[in-house]
């Protein structure tokens, strides 16, 4: 074999090694590429389970505060069990008392779980009636809010009584139906 056919072979033999480097670099850079993907969707589900690891943590922590907080609402069914509430607190109070209207006002939004629901009712009794009424509605341990009450003398009674009587428009949350 001549010189220049070893050349040749050599050359070629060169080529072919180079080749197969390159092709080797080629797929070590591919392979570099997708374990730094890998690594980085690792990094990603390890930030998404630490949040919600910090979530359940924030939900086990809170749990007995949103309970109470949640029996602050009329529930969904309570609509009635609310109305004879009320209604005990004129009994309670020595009050004559009538619920005049009610209804559910909006949701507080589209998205919200809980809706306003409106009351208006009347209450006719001696004047520290009325106002022991009044306390008593004030201090439901619901999330409720008087917007208004009005307090004006009742004509005189059969016995010359001095009676009062009490418009008062409440407010409360109630717990939305679902959608």
């Known amino acids: 074999m001549g010189y220049k056919q070893q050349f040749f072979l050599a050359l070629s033999v060169g080529i072919v090694a180079l080749a197969l480097l390159v092709s080797e670099l080629a797929a070590i850079r591919s392979g570099r590429a997708r374990l730094a993907f890998t690594l ?23 749990a007995r505060d ?13 609509v009635v069990a609310f109305l004879k509430r009320i209604e ?9 008392l009538a619920v005049e209207t009610l209804s559910a006002a909006s949701p507080i939004s589209s998205e919200a779980s809980l809706e306003d629901m409106a009351l208006r ?9 009325i106002v022991h009424l009044l306390a008593l509605v004030e201090s439901l341990p619901v999330a409720a809010e008087v917007t208004s009450a009005r307090l004006e003398a009742a004509p005189a009674g059969e016995e010359g009584a001095s009676l009062w009587r009490t418009t008062v428009f409440l407010h409360a949350l109630k717990k939305r139906d679902a959608q």
């Open 121 to 129: 009712f009347t209450a006719l009794g001696a004047f520290q009636n």
């Open 88 to 96: 005990d607190l004129g009994k309670r109070s020595g009050t004559t």
């Open 66 to 78: 949103r309970a109470a907080l949640d029996e602050k609402f009329i529930p969904r069914d309570g």
């Open 40 to 62: 980085e969707a690792i990094s990603a589900l390890e930030h998404e389970r630490e949040a919600l690891d910090a979530t359940r943590s924030l939900a086990e922590r809170t």
